[in-house]
């Protein structure tokens, strides 16, 4: 009797273990001992970290884009229909089509989505950059503005915790080029009494935001927009007016993490050393769809899916599960149109940002064109 | 509230965010304090000296309640209570 790993979610945390698994358990798929299936509500991929670079037109959709079924190894089978049931006591996900898969292990790689709707007022006074058309409309947004106040909001959850940095000093020097700088007044926002969830960050903002001209409102959690009055109010009780507001809004997980009662918004409760779901000893939880309190990042759900396949290769052979996530996460950070810094940092090691260069910058370039091997589980 | 009564709370939600550096403590606690219904108790466990000092500063700004802090070794164990919609 073979065994069953169904993977629901065709993002790079699921993908990645797709392909991994795929190459170390070879033998046993080839012998028909073991089958991978992927479950994806969309065919497509999409490289998230691409849209701030779409924001400037500096990438296009196309390039940001690849079939899932050309990305998984060809011994993957991949499911085009939605999962919309998990039965962890039955070991089973229900698909929108009608078909039950059975499992023996299942991994949760569902993701989070940005969800404006949270925020009363955020859709329809709001831009934000995290998706493809909230994207474009940002651009155009941008491209026609002739100068006022942009104020710039982040909610909680959100993936990608660097990206409002980075927007606002890619913002800076992208003014700077189309020689309005001095007409747009910038205000970058951020909910903690700092200027980001991480310290060394949040000091280096500190002595470069001012040399950017980016002013600052610390302690500010959005609670709702006025898109007639142009303003947003903070829970905090302060109100800001704007011309354009880019939000990064609250994240939610996936409606079927919820729907099966498995997490809280769809983040699913994690054990942060073996990646399994709390309570469960046969289901494993990665990337954006976990509750852990750590960055929802690619990189993030790229080092977990390291993790998780050792555990699953180790436990359909030996039936043992020794490995252990560290918490490690990497982070390039733009700092303008042509340098960057990065941050690498795991649970017992705090993130120090190196000085930021051309080099590093160049570096997150070639690692744009170059991602798709992550997924395949090259790189 | 003491220490004694502050240990005796059964927590709706404890958010361990000890080793964790991005997004932080207090994120979690707010990301926590929005998501959670009105009476909620929620337990944030933080490794970052900060957080005491942080955590009663912003519930009080938002008017939520703090209900202590018990200190360990090398974490801090900070317990809010959600009494109003927000």
Known sequence: MSKRVVIVGGGVGGTIIANLLAKKMRPELKKGELVIDVVSDKPEHFYQPGLLYMLFGLKHHDELVRNEKDLLDPMVELHLHPAVKIDKDKNEVHLKNGVVMKYDILVLATGSRPAPEMIPGLKEGGNWFYEVDACLKLRHELVNFKGGKIVLTVGLPHKCPVAPFEVSYMLDDWFKQRGIRDKVDYTYTYPIGRLHGLEPLANFGAKTFPKHGINTETLFNMKEVDPNKKTVTSLEGVTLKYDILIAVPPHKGAQVIEDSGLGQNGFVPTDKFTLKMEGSTNIYVVGDTTNLPISKAGSTAHFESDVIVENIASELRDGLTPFRYDGKVFCFIETGMTKATYIMFDYNTPPNPVTPSALIHWFKLTYNKVYWLTPMGIL | ?86
């Open chain 2, 1 to 86: 509230m003491t220490e004694e009564e502050l240990k005796q709370i059964k927590p709706t939600v404890t958010v361990d965010a000890r080793g964790t550096y991005c997004p932080g403590p207090l994120m979690e606690l707010i990301k926590e304090v929005r998501q959670q219904p009105v009476g909620s108790v929620i337990e944030l466990i933080s490794g970052d000296a900060g957080s005491a000092k942080d955590v009663p500063e912003w519930l009080n700004k938002v008017k939520q309640e703090f209900l202590g802090v018990i200190p360990g070794e090398g974490f801090w164990k900070i317990y809010a209570k959600k009494v109003k919609d927000m």
